[in-house]
């Protein structure tokens, strides 16, 4: 089965053909960051106008490089929230449209659990249960996988995703945005115990995170000494990360022992951070735990994460109907 997959949620416009949810054929991303760049965040309207300009080049270019045409096209799959509303619609008119016109089943699928099922995409996928994490520039959230499908979530951030917090530390220092890999960059450099920033929430068995407190405190450091350089700025982005990735780990390694998970996940944006990844191999090997991360290719937004998605609910018995609506705040 050749299932395309869509996604317009934030400000990626992205398209990719899989088949038979786990072989990519082709994996196209239009990245909008240098659009939003000058505003220092993604700016909603900007990126609705740029899917519409976008969409249809960027599915022509999947269907090219994958060698295939439309009408070979088995299955659409969508993202239909959550995500900006308008940037959703976009995604989800076309899908629709297609679907329609082609006389092919579509299906609206939860960003979310596209994030979760990108590690299907690599030769090596973790067979249910598993637990995961998802840490990207909106969620950081913990779910349980007893089964594909079927997710509960037990741990989410009270205020600032992980990713946010990276983007926000990035524009106080003055780093370009989407502020992630720059820090990661820097960080690589720097030394992550040079400043002891907070762990909030870190009380042995709370499973939610806080980072907006850390947020702060990077603040106040800037406030009162003015914005580092050189290995003064390695050093921050080294704690601040450490900061980030101590609690990721932690918690979601507690968690597993305490639901008796062996396989653990880590997904979305964040995980491709170099010190998430590597902190978590660190403490999974550890607890003889097996860690699944996938490429940071499918970590970030890309559309053969939501043709994975797609293809599994499709499996399930899931069907859109045409008046499938983008929900800008579903929750998985
Ligand atoms: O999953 P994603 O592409 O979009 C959302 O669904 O939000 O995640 C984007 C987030 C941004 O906040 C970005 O700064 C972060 O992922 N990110 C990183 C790294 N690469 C991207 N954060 C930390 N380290 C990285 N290397
Ligand atoms: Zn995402």
Same mark, same amino acid.
């Given at each position: 089965?050749?299932? =395309?997959?869509? +996604?317009?949620?934030?400000?990626?416009?992205? &398209?990719?053909? !899989?088949?038979? /949810?786990?072989?990519? #054929?082709? %994996?196209?991303?239009?990245?909008?960051?240098?659009?939003?760049?000058?505003?220092?965040?993604?700016?909603?309207?900007?990126?609705?106008?740029?899917?519409?300009?976008?969409?249809?080049?960027?599915?022509?270019?999947?269907?090219?490089?994958?060698?295939?045409?439309?009408?070979?096209?088995?299955?659409?799959?969508?993202?239909?929230?959550?995500?900006?509303?308008?940037?959703?619609?976009?995604?989800?008119?076309?899908?629709?449209?297609?679907?329609?016109?082609?006389?092919?089943?579509?299906?609206?699928?939860?960003?979310?659990?596209?994030?979760?099922?990108?590690?299907? =995409?690599?030769? +090596?996928?973790?067979?249910?249960?598993?637990? &995961?994490?998802? !840490?990207?520039? /909106?969620?950081?959230? #913990?779910? %349980?996988?007893?089964?594909?499908?079927?997710?509960?979530?037990?741990?989410?951030?009270?205020?600032?995703?992980?990713?946010?917090?990276?983007?926000?530390?990035?524009?106080?220092?003055?780093?370009?945005?989407?502020?992630?890999?720059?820090?990661?960059?820097?960080?690589?450099?720097?030394?992550?115990?040079?400043?002891?920033?907070?762990?909030?929430?870190?009380?042995?068995?709370?499973?939610?995170?806080?980072?907006?407190?850390?947020?702060?405190?990077?603040?106040?450091?800037?406030?009162?000494?003015?914005?580092?350089?050189?290995?003064?700025?390695?050093?921050?982005?080294?704690?601040?990360?450490?900061?980030?990735?101590?609690?990721?780990?932690?918690?979601?390694?507690?968690?597993?022992?305490? #639901?008796?998970?062996?396989?653990?996940?880590?997904?979305?944006?964040?995980?491709?951070?170099?010190?998430?990844?590597?902190?978590?191999?660190?403490?999974?090997?550890?607890?003889?735990?097996?860690?699944?991360?996938?490429?940071?290719?499918?970590?970030?937004?890309?559309?053969?994460?939501?043709?994975?998605?797609?293809?599994?609910?499709?499996?399930?018995?899931?069907?859109?109907?045409?008046?499938?609506?983008?929900?800008?705040?579903?929750?998985?």
């Amino acid at each position: 089965m050749l299932v =395309l997959g869509i +996604e317009t949620s934030c400000d990626e416009t992205a &398209a990719a053909l !899989v088949e038979e /949810g786990r072989r990519v #054929l082709s %994996d196209v991303v239009s990245t909008q960051t240098d659009i939003h760049q000058r505003w220092g965040g993604v700016v909603p309207e900007l990126a609705s106008r740029n899917h519409l300009v976008q969409v249809l080049p960027v599915v022509d270019e999947a269907l090219r490089r994958a060698g295939r045409q439309l009408s070979d096209v088995d299955l659409i799959s969508v993202t239909s929230g959550p995500g900006l509303l308008g940037a959703l619609l976009v995604g989800v008119q076309v899908g629709k449209s297609l679907g329609v016109a082609l006389g092919r089943p579509f299906v609206g699928v939860n960003h979310l659990e596209g994030h979760l099922l990108a590690i299907r =995409l690599t030769a +090596e996928a973790p067979e249910p249960p598993f637990l &995961a994490l998802v !840490v990207s520039g /909106g969620h950081t959230s #913990l779910y %349980d996988v007893p089964e594909i499908g079927r997710y509960e979530c037990i741990g989410a951030t009270r205020d600032d995703a992980a990713g946010e917090a990276f983007d926000k530390v990035a524009k106080i220092l003055g780093l370009p945005y989407p502020g992630g890999a720059p820090i990661d960059r820097l960080a690589q450099k720097g030394n992550p115990r040079a400043i002891r920033f907070p762990r909030a929430m870190s009380a042995p068995g709370v499973l939610d995170w806080s980072f907006s407190g850390l947020k702060t405190a990077v603040l106040q450091r800037v406030r009162g000494e003015g914005v580092p350089s050189g290995t003064a700025l390695e050093d921050l982005c080294a704690s601040f990360q450490e900061a980030v990735a101590d609690s990721l780990t932690k918690k979601l390694v507690a968690a597993a022992r305490k #639901l008796g998970r062996e396989r653990i996940l880590i997904c979305g944006g964040v995980a491709a951070n170099s010190r998430i990844r590597s902190l978590a191999e660190e403490r999974a090997s550890y607890r003889d735990m097996k860690l699944f991360v996938p490429p940071p290719n499918l970590c970030t937004d890309n559309g053969a994460m939501i043709a994975a998605a797609g293809y599994e609910a499709y499996r399930r018995g899931v069907r859109s109907e045409p008046s499938l609506n983008a929900n800008a705040a579903w929750r998985l």
